[in-house]
Structure formats: C-alpha cells, structure tokens
C-alpha cells in the first residue's frame, strides 16, 4: 500500500458553532497507530477582540473524562487567535503515549465570541494497516475516496 494510504481518516469534531462559554469534547482511540495527526479547522471569529478558543489535548489510559491530564504544553493554547480563518495541526508520536487523546475546545465568555470549527484525526504506522479504501475510514462518519495512485 502506498505510504499516504497506510492511515486511518477520523472525524473528532463536526463544523459546528459554538456559542460563548460552551466546550465540546471528542476521544481518539490510538490503540496500534504509532503516529497522529490532528487537524482542526477555525472559521474567521465574528468580532475582531482576537480573542479565540482555549484547545487542550489530553491523555488517558481509559476514557474516563476526570483522568485524562495534560502531556505536553505544546498542545495547549489558552486563546488562539482567530482574526482571520486558520487551520492548527497538532502532530505526535504515539508510540510512548497512553492510548486515549481527547480533544477540548472551549470558547470564552464575553459576548458575540462564537467560534465555528471542526477537527479530523489521522492515525498512521498502524499494528495492522488498512487493507482497502474501506479500511482507510476509521469511522462510520469518515468517506475515504482514492484515484490515481
């Protein structure tokens, strides 16, 4: 299989909107993947104070929502600018990592500070690698389509 193929697509966030205040949440299952990328997508913010969305990415051994902790600061961001559009990757080796990573994005307080966002998954050098384009869709909600390779 060719290289850019040998990963599994993972749909964490839909594009949705997010009033103030409001925090959405998505796990990642990590179990025989050796490597992540996680690529969230940010609409521009409806004001210009710049002041965007804290996004933490967490660790776990479970799924339980209280012992997933923080485990690199580097994926931690307290308010990301979002003046204008932008995408964030966060990419990382799993191979030391607990198994979960959840995702956590949360908006702030003050009025008019929606932030419109959606973030995918992809899970690479795998225990056992996708033996179809079937396969590459690690999730019901994820359509992988391949041509020309």
């Known amino acids: 299989m060719i290289h850019a193929q040998a990963k599994t697509l993972h749909l964490l966030l839909a594009s949705a909107s997010q009033t103030n205040s409001a925090t959405r949440t998505a796990n990642l299952d990590c179990a025989g993947a050796s490597y992540a990328e996680i690529v969230m997508n940010h609409a521009s913010a409806l004001n210009t104070n710049a002041v965007g969305p804290t996004i ?22 307290t308010s990301l600018d979002i003046t204008n559009a932008k995408a964030r990757s966060y990419q990382l080796d799993l191979r030391k990592r607990k198994r979960y990573l959840r995702l956590s994005v949360t908006t702030k307080t003050a009025t008019n500070d929606n932030v419109t966002l959606g973030a995918v998954a ?10 179809s384009e079937a396969g590459m869709a690690g999730d019901t909600n994820c359509v992988v389509t391949v041509a020309g390779l």
């Not at 967490?58 to 994926?75: G, I, K, Q, R, Y």
């Open 56 to 77: 933490s990415l967490l660790e776990s051994d479970d799924t339980v929502a209280t012992n997933f902790a923080t485990f690199n600061t580097d994926f931690e961001v």
């Open 122 to 131: 992809y899970l690479s050098r795998k225990s056992q690698e996708p033996a």
